[in-house]
């Protein structure tokens, strides 16, 4: 299983804009569908956004529709989502997730690997 990690969390303000990014050290991501969930305390983990191996297809949660994007970079190996428009519903542990299949319906039971988050804060 590939090893997955995430950076560029951190705490804005109601309005503002945060980009994460997922990386695969010493591996690669470009034969890998991923994913971002979140999970906000006392919540269960959701899906955010997809990005599938096959043709780079994405998928969005209708929470976050028209404020993030999910984006590949293949040379340097990294998948983005830029959020935003960001508000306080927002505010979660995002974790960047890899699978080998192409399905990119947001089911976390379709990832095997995932990194160990990071924390997003919006403030009102």
């Known amino acids: 299983q590939v090893k997955v990690a995430e950076s560029g969390g951190g705490e804005v303000q109601s309005g503002g804009s945060l980009t994460l990014t997922c990386a695969a050290p010493?591996?690669?991501?470009?034969?890998?569908?991923v994913a971002w969930f979140r999970q906000a305390p006392g919540k269960a983990r959701e899906g955010v956004s997809c990005i599938s191996v096959i043709d780079d297809k994405t998928n969005y949660a209708d929470s976050v529709k028209g404020r993030f994007t999910i984006s590949r970079d293949k040379g340097k190996n990294v998948v983005f989502l830029q959020m935003n428009h960001l508000n306080p519903g927002d505010t979660g542990l995002y974790y960047c997730?890899?699978?080998?299949?192409?399905?990119?319906?947001?089911?976390?039971?379709?990832?095997?690997?995932w990194g160990q988050g990071a924390q997003v804060t919006v403030s009102s």
């Open positions: 997730a890899a699978s080998i299949w192409e399905q990119c319906d947001l089911n976390p039971k379709d990832f095997g690997s």
């Open positions: 010493g591996s690669t991501l470009f034969y890998h569908t």
